[in-house]
């Protein structure tokens, strides 16, 4: 379980939010003003803080002085509907992420997770146990809320492999978690199952990061049509892992794929995301991205991959797929109108089958484009 520092000066507004965060297994400690806040995170470090990001409490001034007093968790402000410079403001202030009212259930513990599971990434890649915040010196960590995208988590620690891993900057680029609409209603439970992992969530189109992520890309892609600008997709495997990682144990195995998360994280920007999804493969989205732009990063997160310590001569292969909407205000092509987040995983997905039938450790863009090998 992780422990959240809830600071939201309306009661009515924190219980929603608290039986989110309980409900998805993390343990809360409720606050309403500014001073009691940044008390409770000097007594007790948290996992996470979620904090209003303006009005009484004043969320932003928490960040600064968070940082003041010596302290780095990660901060998620939460924004009021009409405020449309939210993202700015929250990196401004030094924040980690931040939603702008009102809110679903999923988002929250969706972002909140993902702040979790970026953290513990961090942790691993570095070469240290990861160990829940508040907990007693020298306790592991045996749970961890990921209801990201959706968000919950709890499991075994992990037992870190032989070797060291390259560091990771304390707020590295990666899971920057834009503004995401919602409605701050009582949701009912979804009907999947419940993330209990600390280390690493579940991989699959159907863990709780895919589905943000899914979420998060169904308004990207309306948002690039409307104002007309590229979004790529990237669809990250390891080459040849399962045969590779075969011998390995599953905790060193787990290791190895929270570390190529780390380094895939660190290699991008804040306004990109990137999240694990299924076997030895992640997804990365870069908004405002065009197809020249996608294929260097491609190629550099390709490159990043190689330099895994925990399964060493790992490569890996990039399948990059990318919408570039025409400019001028003319309405869009109906190609253009089907564009999707489904439509530009498939491409991805196309692509990067091409790219591993070519040999692997390689860049394959989608829809014919110049192929990027090794």
């Known amino acids: 379980m992780s422990f959240v520092l809830l600071a939201e000066p309306s009661a009515p507004v924190a219980g929603v939010l608290r039986r989110y965060l309980e409900g998805a297994g993390h343990e809360v400690s409720w606050v309403g003003t500014l ?90 890649a570095s070469g240290m146990a990861p160990v829940a915040p508040g907990a007693a010196p020298g306790v592991p960590a045996v749970g961890g809320a990921l209801a990201a995208s959706s968000m919950a988590p709890a499991a075994p620690v992990l037992a870190r492999p032989s070797g060291s891993f390259p560091p990771v900057p304390s707020r590295a680029s990666g899971f920057a978690i834009t503004p995401v609409p919602g409605t701050l209603t009582v949701v009912e439970p979804e009907g999947g199952r419940r993330p209990s992992r600390p280390d690493l969530p579940a991989a699959g189109a159907s863990s709780p990061d ?37 011998s390995v144990a599953p905790a060193a195995r787990t290791a190895v794929l929270a570390e190529a998360l780390g380094l895939l994280v660190a290699g991008v920007r804040d306004i990109d995301v990137a999240v694990p999804f299924a076997d030895s493969r ?93």
């Open 282 to 374: 992640f997804v990365v989205f870069l908004p405002h991205t065009p197809r020249s732009g996608a294929l260097v990063v491609a190629e550099r997160l390709r490159e990043r991959i190689s330099g895994l310590k925990g399964l060493p001569g790992t490569s890996a292969s990039v399948g990059v797929a990318v919408s570039e909407p025409p400019g001028g205000k003319g309405a869009p092509s109906a190609s253009q109108a089907q564009v999707s987040f489904g439509s530009l995983l498939k491409e991805a997905g196309e692509a990067l089958r091409r790219a591993q039938a070519a040999g692997g450790n390689r860049v394959e863009p989608a829809a014919g484009g110049r192929p990027q090998p090794a």
């Open 35 to 124: 001073d009691d806040a940044l008390r409770a995170a000097r007594e007790r470090p948290p996992a996470v803080v979620l904090a209003s990001g303006a009005g009484p409490l004043d969320g932003e001034a928490l960040c600064r002085g968070l940082k003041a007093q010596g302290a780095s968790p990660p901060v998620l402000l939460v924004y009021p509907p009409d405020e449309e410079q939210a993202d700015l403001r929250a990196a401004d202030a030094g924040a980690d992420g931040c939603l702008v009212g009102p809110l679903k259930r999923p988002n929250v513990l969706t972002c909140v997770s993902l702040l979790v599971q970026r953290e513990q990434a961090r942790g691993l």
């Open 210 to 246: 895919f589905e943000f992520l899914k979420r998060l890309m169904l308004m990207e892609v309306k948002r690039s049509r409307r104002y007309r600008y590229p979004i790529a997709v990237l669809l990250v495997e390891l080459d040849g892992f399962a045969e590779r990682s075969a």
